[in-house]
């Protein structure tokens, strides 16, 4: 018996390595402190802060949509970058007012917060990080209810840091949806069809990160944001057409944050 329980022993040392093997991921959150400290001293001395949001986007898709879509495109324009973390997604942002309820606000489950709050709490992860030595700190906001907010953050910061090697990038481009549009309408799609809030590209994309994410019964043609929330043909929506949309935008990214890390130092 004392052989077998022995045998087991060795045998379970064997299965687990003897020294744990830093995870391949860009997020801050799944690494320890000494991981981070350790990649900010091998050069991964950028981080991005994606914000999403908790908003209604109709009855066919869910509240998350904002953060599942940012998580998933700040991942990918990390790795394209190479010396990038990401941080926890910003889910709480300006959503409309309390009282009386206004824009998403009027539906069951949206979460808002006033733009100079979700300014702060941005300002002050941006400040954490220069504390630990990133130097290019990256803004990216999914809503274009973020866009206003990230700007004068990045302002401000980069007028107080002047001085100093550490800027912070508000990348505009990932969120002008311009060119999804375009390439939407050369597909054969029309305005009308496209829509707004929770359209064919906001459908499309949260197909393509997450389908378990889209109500696809609940899809419909709506003409009208109330009383759905909706605007658009979502049932056109499709997987293919949310896998282009979101290339378009980590390419955006990319592109701009490569350009502003060497012209905003200039």
Known sequence: MKFFHTLVLVLLAFAYPLFAQVPDTVFLEELTWTEVRDAIQAGKTTVIIP????????????????NFIVKHTAEQIARRLGDALVAPVVA???????????????????????????????????????????????????????????????????????????????????????????WLQSQGETAESIGGHGGIPNTSEVMAVDSNQVRLDKRAKSTETLPSGVTGDSTRASIRYGMKGLELKIEAAVAQTKELMTSSRK
Request: aromatic share 10%; charged share 20%; hydrophobic share 35%.
């Open 51 to 66: 914000t999403g949001g908790t908003e209604q986007t109709g009855p066919h898709i869910v509240l998350g949509k904002h």
């Open 92 to 182: 709480y942002v300006p959503e409309g007012e309390l009282d009386p309820p206004t824009s998403h606000m009027r539906f069951s489950g949206t979460i808002t917060l006033p733009n100079e709050y979700f300014m702060k709490v941005v300002e002050y992860a941006a400040r954490s990080f220069r504390v630990h030595g990133f130097k290019d700190i990256v803004l990216i906001g999914d809503s274009g209810g973020n866009q206003d907010g990230l700007k004068t953050v990045s302002e401000m910061l980069n007028k107080e840091w002047a001085n100093s090697d550490i800027r912070v990038l508000f990348v505009s481009d990932y969120n002008s949806g311009t060119a999804f549009r375009d």
